[in-house]
């Protein structure tokens, strides 16, 4: 439940009243509504931002909701945007995801603990990426993120340089 007592589910689908499925096809390249309409992953090092140094906030691409900053990211090797945490938790939605498995039900027998967790957006329900709990201190966390989810809000004056937490 969130705060003033909608789900997840629901305020996603309020917000998603405002744009049809033909709305946010106009609004979104076809990769970024894959990404964030349908739950696809983005190939591995083929993202806009999963090296990008500058300074300032990544947004969710569908609604503008500012999610991360680049003051947590940094480079878990890994191919996509990483964050150890986010700007606000109250920003994001987290669910267990089991897609990976797909139609394996000896492994989903077998194999206990296999989901991963899945990040959205609060605000408009939109896919981000998936948490793992192999990240760095202070939180664990690495928030690997699609490129293709997010917008990246540049500070005016020290963009194109890399913060002390933002070394890759």
């Not at 878990?76 to 669910?95: A, E, H, Q, R, Y």
């Not at 089991?98 to 139609?103: E, K, L, Q, R, T």
């Amino acid at each position: 439940m969130m705060q003033n007592g909608t789900t997840d589910s629901q305020k996603s689908q309020e917000y998603h009243q405002n744009f049809s499925k033909a709305e946010l096809r106009k609004k979104l390249t076809p990769m970024q509504y894959v990404v964030t309409q349908e739950k696809v992953t983005e190939r591995a090092f083929t993202g806009e931002y999963y090296k990008l140094k500058d300074t300032g906030v990544y947004a969710c691409v569908v609604c503008g909701e500012e999610i991360f900053s680049s003051e947590t990211k940094y480079d878990s090797g890994c191919g996509w945007p990483t964050f150890w945490d986010v700007i606000n938790s109250n920003k994001v939605s987290l669910k267990t995801d089991f897609s990976h498995v797909g139609n394996n039900l000896l492994l989903l027998a077998t194999k206990g603990n296999i989901g991963r967790t899945e990040v959205s957006c609060r605000k408009c329900g939109g896919h981000l990426g998936h948490l793992f709990d192999d990240g760095p201190r202070p939180t664990g966390n690495r928030y690997c993120i699609n490129s293709s989810s997010l917008n990246f809000k540049g500070s005016e004056t020290t963009q194109n340089r890399p913060t002390e937490n933002n070394q890759q």
